[in-house]
């Protein structure tokens, strides 16, 4: 029988095939990226087995999984087993905790299938302590900078045209404000540890040791940051970002509305522009109180008028309206705030080309 595997960092490293025997139950609650799940038992067959392991003991509970799982049910899981191994020889195999499970899959496609394929020791929880660990002990280790700037100001744009940056809104896909939702909605909490997880070791392993990252909140929508991480970044320096109230209304027009828009048409089809148009207008809805009564009447009016003019023509032009009276009324008065408060910790402000400009070099002498 093939060695357990324990070297989680080489798995993640080289992106090696994951096959996950875990119920889709689990597998939903959270993954690793690009895992494919072919459970050993479908979720009704674990809940039985579980309850006869509470009642009446491992023994009694790996008899009846046995009589769930027998005949053409068990051909039937063994053949696609079986051809993940195929497709897949550098891959390896994993349950929970690395236990019986694991084991009956790979025991069944050694006597079944002819095929000796390795399962990960410790299995997904030592996998997902292993990237929790790479997350913490990066916040601790490695240099920091937060790029902040007001809303619109294309943070993001910044960031990824940098070798070395974390991008937070990306790996929880959403974009991070009251308008933040994407049409395809976010991954789970975990999900998005691990993705990140993953990103910080890569980037590690190719000699990267200062991330500069976008100054957020603990909840990006509804993902919320690794404590660790989330407390380093209030301590970091920051770089702030600078931009035109003009260009902002321009770069918030053609993403939350414009590209938006075609996001959701692309995923929903017919129903896309009524689902775009009710999340624009939930959004507006859930600043409610902070924008006070007759702010948001104000601003949800000429957000009605944009879009049934939208709609009617495909002109965007109304959009603006709502959009400038956010910034200058509701984002800006915010920003400025947090610019003060943060004002000590901030090492450099300007304009998109400067700010590339200081951060790359400022990864160049390593801080």
């Known amino acids: 029988m093939a060695n357990d595997i324990t070297d989680y960092r080489d798995i993640f490293l080289n992106d090696r095939p994951m096959m996950d025997t875990r119920a889709p139950i689990e597998f939903l609650k959270g993954a690793f990226p690009g895992v494919v799940n072919l459970p050993l038992m479908t979720d009704s067959e674990r809940q039985r087995v579980g309850t006869c392991y509470k009642q009446q003991g491992q023994q009694a509970a790996i008899v009846l999984g046995h009589q769930l799982v027998s005949g053409e049910t068990k051909a039937q899981r063994i053949q696609a087993w079986s051809e993940f191994a195929q ?18 899959v790979q025991q069944w496609l050694k006597d079944e299938a002819g095929i000796d394929y390795p399962r990960v020791g410790g299995g997904y929880k030592a996998m997902r302590t292993f990237l929790l660990d790479t997350v913490e002990q990066a916040a601790s280790q490695c240099d920091l900078v937060l790029l902040g700037g007001m809303t619109g100001t294309g943070k993001t744009e910044v960031l990824i045209q940098l070798g070395n940056s974390l991008d937070l809104e990306g790996h929880a896909n959403h974009r991070g404000s009251s308008f933040g939702k994407r049409a395809t909605g976010q991954p789970s ?23 500069v990252l976008e100054d957020e ?5 509804s993902c919320a940051l690794p404590l660790p991480l989330f407390q380093r970044m209030q301590q970091v320096p920051m770089v702030w970002l600078e931009d035109s109230v003009e260009q902002r209304v321009e770069r918030i027009l053609r993403d939350y509305v414009i590209n938006l828009c075609a996001e959701f048409i692309a995923v929903h089809g017919d129903e896309g522009f009524s689902l775009f148009s009710e999340r624009l207008l939930a959004s507006l809805d859930n600043i409610h109180k902070r924008l006070g009564g007759d702010r948001h009447r104000r601003l949800m009016n000429i957000l009605e008028a944009a879009l049934a003019e939208q709609a009617h023509s495909g002109a965007v032009d109304l959009h603006r309206g709502w959009i400038e009276g956010l910034l200058r009324e509701y984002y800006d008065p915010m920003y400025v705030f947090q610019r003060e408060k943060k004002g000590l910790r901030i090492e450099f402000a300007g304009e998109r080309a400067a700010v590339l400009e200081y951060l790359r070099e400022r990864a160049g002498r390593g801080g």
């Open 87 to 104: 497709t897949h020889p550098d891959g390896v195999l994993y349950c929970f905790r690395g236990g019986l499970r694991s084991q009956i």
């Open 189 to 211: 909490n975990i999900d998005f540890e691990n993705r990140l997880a993953v990103d910080v070791l890569k980037k590690r392993a190719a000699g990267i040791e200062q991330f």
């Open 217 to 221: 909140s603990r909840m990006v929508g």
